[in-house]
């Protein structure tokens, strides 16, 4: 069974800086495609960006294009989200997931594993 820990959340100002980590057990991580969306309160999960089991290839939503960088360390099985010029907007639970078809995707349906979620809260 495949387990996913996220860690690296927080409160933070608004423009500042965070690094989300999500790391991978119990399954070939080498393999999977692995995403991040975030969820607030009231509303469905959302896509925010995914990466293919090569890394070679990298989908942002476009909410978050050019702030945020999805990567993966094959031999720490993690993957990062790192995330600059924080706004409030961008508070949620954040969230990691993994396909383990390898298919790099942008809908919750399409991933088979997800962790337990990180709080991001970025203040005024």
């Known amino acids: 069974q495949v387990q996913l820990v996220e860690s690296g959340g927080g409160l933070v100002q608004t423009g500042a800086r965070l690094r989300l980590s999500c790391t991978a057990s119990?399954?070939?991580?080498?393999?999977?495609?692995m995403g991040w969306f975030r969820q607030t309160a009231g509303k469905e999960r959302e896509f925010v960006a995914s990466?293919?089991?090569?890394?070679?290839?990298?989908y942002y939503a476009d909410s978050v294009k050019g702030r945020f960088t999805i990567s993966r360390d094959t031999a720490e099985n993690t993957v990062h989200l790192q995330m600059n010029s924080l706004n409030p907007e961008d508070t949620a639970v954040y969230y990691c997931?993994?396909?383990?078809?390898?298919?790099?995707?942008?809908?919750?349906?399409?991933?088979?594993?997800w962790g337990q979620g990180t709080q991001v809260t970025v203040s005024s």
């Open positions: 990466i293919s089991w090569s890394g070679g290839t990298t």
């Open positions: 997931a993994a396909d383990p078809w390898g298919r790099v995707r942008h809908g919750t349906a399409d991933y088979d594993y």
């Open positions: 119990g399954g070939t991580f080498s393999r999977y495609a």
